[in-house]
């Protein structure tokens, strides 16, 4: 099943899920020396690495932004042969790559909250990185629970681009970006590492957007991105961890989705925690990118794409976010999980504690079956607004 068309596609995602989701892993890690005491450092610590299906060699070190300062870290994963090359390998039935995360769930004490984001935007039939529940252990000693996610790159395996298109993304800005004539969108290249004469490719599409003319914009990613980032109502939605496509032919997409930490009602600002109210109309938003909702304030402008986007989301309503299978999706995970949920508790006890950007009623949940019921209750109050929003 291809994600959005012959010109800028995104992966391809099995319509049922794989047996293996719902088996909790157990990865070993034996690193050379502990990432964690110099968590800013990019560079590649050697490990062993023993996962349920596979031993090798590979290197690690901690990643991400904000939670760089978490007591639990998250790494970046590479999977190396006897020789330190990067070495392409099927960990626990995911399609063969070198490049890995472990995300280690902190503040998101579900422990879920990528996990189900990434699989309810799969089961739409857009792509977002498959994902494995894991408990990680480093020279024995027990690090709780991890998501063993798929690293978004341009592969044949994860986001295909044909020769000639771009992957690009709005994010932090360590680097020069590429600016857009009219909107002034600061965006990063991640692929190609040739930037020359993408701005000048991206800023002709952008003007016809602009002007009303959608023909090289791939409508159902720019849709099916709206409705996840807003069922999940994610506090860095359109302007951080996300990523945009220039097709070969120059048509514009969205997607996929990444880092949903801070979603379904875990965050304490932008008014992330309540159920009612577009995420996008809060009068702060975008805080952090003045300029990267530009092109979404255009299109909410045409009639096409507000009907596409009413219609998407009743079909959506109707399958794969029904209240009957958003909540299934939860119990399962949780089932998965089993008591490795309580065990990550004993060595992370934040159960009952506020730990950014936690909403303000975390610290009444102190317990894990608390949380849970918490997303349920969440998710399924977001939905039902959207429902009366979109009728």
Known sequence: MLLLGCTAQVGTVPLDPPAAEATLLQIR?????????????RDWIPTTIEVDDWS?????????NSTRDYDKKSYALETWD????????????????????????????????????YQWSRNIGFYAART??????????A??????????????????????????????????????????????????????????????????????????????????????????????????STRVILGADDTLAMGP???????????????????????????????????????YEALLETPEFRELR???WADHRAGAWSDAALTADIDAAVEALGPAAEANFEVWPVLGEYVWPNDEGAEERTTYVEEVDYLKHWVLARAAWIDQELG
Request: glycine share 8%; proline share 5%.
């Open 56 to 64: 090798g060699q590979g290197g690690i070190h901690v990643r991400g």
């Open 310 to 312: 009413r219609s998407r």
């Open 82 to 117: 006897a020789a330190g090359e990067d070495l392409d390998v099927e960990l626990a039935g995911l399609p063969a790559e070198e490049d890995w995360v472990l995300q280690g769930p902190y503040s998101d004490k579900t422990l879920l909250r990528n996990h189900l984001m």
């Open 257 to 295: 989705i990444w880092d949903f930490n801070g979603a379904l009602g875990n965050a304490d600002y932008f008014r992330a925690w309540e159920t009612e109210g577009w995420h996008y109309d809060y009068r702060h938003f975008p805080e952090d990118n003045p300029n990267g909702f530009c092109w």
């Open 143 to 240: 690090r709780g629970v991890y998501v063993l996610m798929e690293k978004l790159k341009r592969d044949d395996n994860r986001i295909v681009i044909p020769a000639g298109g771009a992957l690009l993304k709005r994010d932090w800005v360590e680097e020069e970006p590429l600016v857009t004539a009219i909107c002034e969108d600061e965006l990063l290249l991640d692929w190609p590492s040739d930037p020359a004469g993408i701005v000048d490719r991206l800023s002709a599409v952008e003007a016809e957007l602009l002007d009303g003319e959608l023909s090289r914009v791939n409508l159902e990613s720019f849709v099916d991105y709206m409705l996840l980032v807003e069922l999940g109502r994610n506090v860095d939605a359109y302007v951080l």
């Open 29 to 41: 890690l034996s690193p050379d020396e502990d990432p964690d005491d110099d968590p800013w450092s």
């Open 132 to 141: 494995r529940l894991a408990q990680l252990s480093v020279h024995g000693e």
